[in-house]
């Protein structure tokens, strides 16, 4: 049903997208700072729970209308490839205000777990990124002629979902391991952002140029 040409094409592309600091990210990477491992871990458990919301509703809902609609189909790859290279100017442009020292510690101390895995839940699920990665990039790499595309698009988003947590937790228990060094110097943050904005811009144009090879 899925080949592993498939696997490893969106696999790459959802780990650059999902390891590159977005809103999730960032948040993590805070809670991590402010409260440590604990509460950043359940954030992340949080924020996946939310991803696997988007993961069910998008192949649900949008994998009907892909098997469908050629003209969707087409639709969803440019929007995609587009609003992946704004996204990575807007993470240039916006370099300087990429400060994870100051992110998540507008909260009181005692934090509980049930709250952060609560407001996890609401950044993930709310995470413009996380639509744009299952609702317009995942769509390319179904291969309608197989058949099962709802189906297709579960299996590919329950990849993402792996890889989400994976990634996430990643950053929960470096950023909590390394408070001083990302709180040291503001350059860090910007060069964080410089790299993730030309990776997505990168990754934009390469999937407006060859998405018609998954149609």
Known sequence: MITADQL??????????????????VFVIGRALSYG???????????SLGLLAIVILVAL?????VQES??????????????????GIQAIRHRKGFDVGS?????????????????????????????????????????RGAGHVQMQMLLLGLLAFGIGIVSDSLWAVIASQLRSWFNASP????????????????????LAATGNNHH
């Not at 491992?37 to 924020?47: E, F, H, K, P, S």
């Open 8 to 25: 490893l094409a969106f696999g790459l592309a959802a780990l650059i997208l999902i390891a590159i600091p977005g809103p999730s990210v």
């Open 37 to 47: 491992r604990g509460i950043a871990l359940a954030t992340v458990a949080g924020n």
């Open 61 to 65: 809902g949008l994998g009907v209308i």
């Open 70 to 87: 050629v003209l969707v189909f087409t639709i969803l790859r440019f929007a995609g490839a587009a609003y992946l290279v704004w996204l």
């Open 103 to 143: 992110a998540g510690t507008g909260v009181a101390p005692g934090l509980s777990t049930a709250t952060a895995v609560r407001q996890g839940f609401i950044v993930g699920f709310s995470n413009p990124k996380a639509f744009m990665i299952l609702g317009a990039v995942l769509p390319q790499f179904v291969d």
């Open 187 to 206: 350059k860090r943050g910007e060069a964080m952002g410089v790299i993730g904005g030309t990776s997505m811009i990168g990754l934009g144009i390469g």
